[in-house]
């Protein structure tokens, strides 16, 4: 038994009017393939009128593959958006609906059929009505009569990717005419022609009915979608990337990355090279922004998470509207995870954290193994009111631009979790930052720190025993308590920080040539005829580069070790590159031994990996120096204040 349509609907629908929750009958469905994915095509009747310029959208095509649309059935359309496009063709876009019957028996009434316009199209009407008239009396519509007259819903709400609720009836009585939607009517009623309905409804042109000052209509995000010609719409920014640079066969260029929200849903947005350089510095997390003339293009889920199947794409006529603040938009959120809980957090996981950078690192470049790039990143340190500490590395613009002098708030939302040295915490494309954000969570966390926290002494996540990797600082310790805890009898490494004095440096054979090539740097033979031959790369080249390997001998007031130190760490030492120094060994040699006189003597934060290692069957407890500093005599002035005060209180 069927359920009631609500005749005459589809005219008004194509002529302008926006009726809420339209029951219709689907006389056919159509595959059509497009530039964007394969679409579904609709022909639909309210008894009266057919129409088949409507498209299911695509999040629903599942609907269609797995025959949740099956011909003649009848369905309640929950939303839907009407684009208009050339010559004031229309089309209607299905975004969430209700099948109420699909034993309907064929067709019903004898719909005629309509233009893109909404105008009746000349021609004979649709076949004769096959289906029997309804039966049911008004307040059982959309019910099928069981045995022993108990009535049964036919069929529960369909999930849709926007809005799940499960506990909504299967169709709104239409014995009872709802607000916007037209009174019950006989099949085969011929309603007379009328006007739009100007009526408050839950259709997606109606959602959001709400304009710009200048009078322009406000389009909800969900509705977007390429066949649209012209909307604007109301967007908060809750996330914005760096702005990234490429370089191909194609040329340079760069780009950046927005999300927005409104009330109906997420979408993502790029802006490219002029339209970056334009728009970077406008679009700030968690203000409010009226857009409009962009283009809407299919989403790349390689780069995005969010489900929307579109994302805009800034061009030279789109506009940006700073607006004033909505409280109807959603707003950021955040669900901050505690620095010491992060042992708990699996790698590769993303996390909102805040804490205060208790100290950053110096800008330092790596080279990338997949792309032979060279990337910018500085480490940062950041503590929270556990006081627990962990390693944060930034990337790009985020480390060039970051200043810790002053110990600021910082807020990273989607930090990628690692392993690395423990726990590790990385800004990446998917995450941002946000220094000093006014928020309760942030002043709360200024006050602690101000008033105990930089007082206190850590633990630090990155520098568990074992982690595996060199990310972090470590904790500082005492030569003597390398013995003392027996650090590197493990079978993965250990990790620490120490204060000590260089008090010897090994001239000889600090320095070796080496292969050219950047992902080699092996040490290469010289053939005695101009060239030189790398084994790894098998090749013989014209010239070499000088790397560093440098042993030293540092000392505290409790024990003295042997350090190796690479080509970063030793040029530190020494206060010159690589080959400044192969050419003062190789043309200055008063110079050469001056450098190394130089550098005795000094004080430095060394970060030193130490692991027993065995050779010709002997083991040894070799040290290597990850990175060297300068002594911050501020904040180890801190430190020894507060052992001072932990020896007082034992």
Not at 326 to 334: G, H, I, K, N
Not at 608 to 635: F, G, I, T
Request: a neutral charge; glycine letters at 8%; hydrophobic letters at 30%.
């Amino acid at each position: 038994m069927s359920s009631q349509l609500t005749s005459g609907v589809l005219k008004d629908i194509f002529a302008g009017g926006t009726p809420h929750q339209p029951v219709v009958q689907v006389l056919g469905i159509k595959k059509v393939n497009s530039h964007s994915g394969d679409r579904f095509r609709l022909l639909l009747s309210d008894g009266v009128y057919s129409q088949s310029s409507a498209m299911l959208a695509s999040q629903l095509n599942e609907e269609a593959t797995n025959g949740g649309i099956p011909k003649n059935c009848v369905m309640k359309i929950d939303k839907y958006l009407c684009n208009t496009l050339a010559e004031n063709k229309r089309v209607m876009i299905l975004l969430q609906f209700t099948v109420l019957s699909n034993q309907t028996g064929g067709v019903i009434g004898t719909p005629q059929q309509l233009t893109p316009t909404g105008q009746l199209q000349s021609g004979k009407p649709f076949p004769q009505n096959t289906a029997p008239p309804p039966q049911n009396p008004p307040g059982n519509v959309g019910q099928n009569q069981g045995g022993g007259g108990v009535n049964r819903p036919l069929q529960s709400n369909r999930f849709h990717p926007y809005q799940n609720n499960p506990g909504a009836p299967a169709a709104a009585s239409p014995g009872l005419a709802s607000p916007g939607q037209h009174p019950p009517q006989p099949f085969g009623y011929q309603a007379a022609p009328r006007t739009p309905l100007n009526v408050k409804n839950t259709s997606l042109m109606a959602k959001q009915s709400n304009t710009t000052p200048g009078g322009t209509v406000i389009h909800p995000i969900e509705a977007l979608n390429p066949y649209q010609s012209k909307w604007t719409i109301k967007a908060r920014v809750i996330k914005k990337s760096a702005i990234r640079t490429w370089s191909n066969s194609r040329g340079d260029g760069k780009l950046f990355n927005v999300e927005l929200v409104d009330d109906s849903g997420e979408i993502r947005a790029t802006c490219f090279n002029e339209q970056a350089d334009k728009f970077y510095d406008t679009l700030e997390v968690n203000k409010v922004y009226v857009i409009a003339h962009a283009q809407v293009k299919p989403s790349n889920k390689q780069y995005t998470t969010i489900k929307h199947d579109y994302e805009i794409r800034f061009s030279q006529t789109t506009t940006v509207e700073p607006c004033d603040d909505d409280t109807s938009l959603p707003a950021v959120t955040y669900t901050f995870v505690s620095v010491n809980e992060l042992p708990n957090i699996a790698p590769e996981s993303f996390i909102d954290v805040i804490g205060v950078c208790k100290s950053a690192a110096d800008i330092s470049t790596v080279v990338s193994r997949a792309t032979s790039r060279e990337l910018t990143k500085r480490e940062v340190t950041i503590l929270d009111e556990s006081n627990t500490e962990v390693n944060l590395t930034l990337w790009g613009q985020d480390a060039l631009g970051f200043n810790g002098s002053t110990n600021p708030v910082v807020l990273v939302k989607s930090a990628k979790v690692s392993d690395f040295g423990g726990r590790s915490l990385s800004l990446t494309s998917a995450g941002s930052i946000i220094i000093n954000p006014d928020m309760p969570e942030a002043h709360r966390l200024r006050g602690w720190f101000d008033t105990v926290g930089q007082t206190q002494q850590s633990t630090s996540v990155s520098d568990q025993r074992g982690g595996g990797g060199g990310g972090s600082s470590g904790p500082m310790k005492h030569l003597c308590q390398v013995r003392e805890e027996n650090l590197g009898l493990s079978e993965k490494p250990d990790y620490f920080s120490t204060k000590a004095v260089i008090s010897f440096m090994r001239k000889e054979n600090s320095l070796y040539k080496a292969c050219t090539n950047d992902k080699c740097n092996k040490k290469v033979i010289d053939e005695s005829n101009g060239k030189y031959r790398c084994e790894k790369c098998n090749e013989s080249r014209d010239t070499y580069k000088y790397r560093c390997i440098l042993s030293v001998t540092v000392a505290d007031h409790t024990d003295t070790f042997w350090l190796t130190c690479f080509q970063e760490s030793a040029e530190a030492i020494l206060n010159e590159n690589a080959d400044t120094i192969g050419r003062y060994k190789d043309q200055d040699e008063n110079a050469f031994d001056m450098m190394f006189d130089k550098a005795n003597f000094k004080s430095y934060i060394f970060r030193v990996r130490v692991k027993m290692e065995s050779y010709n069957e002997e083991n040894r407890l070799k040290m290597q120096c990850m990175s060297v500093s300068k002594v911050d005599h501020k904040e180890y002035s801190k430190q020894l204040l507060t052992n001072i005060r932990e020896l007082a209180n034992s």
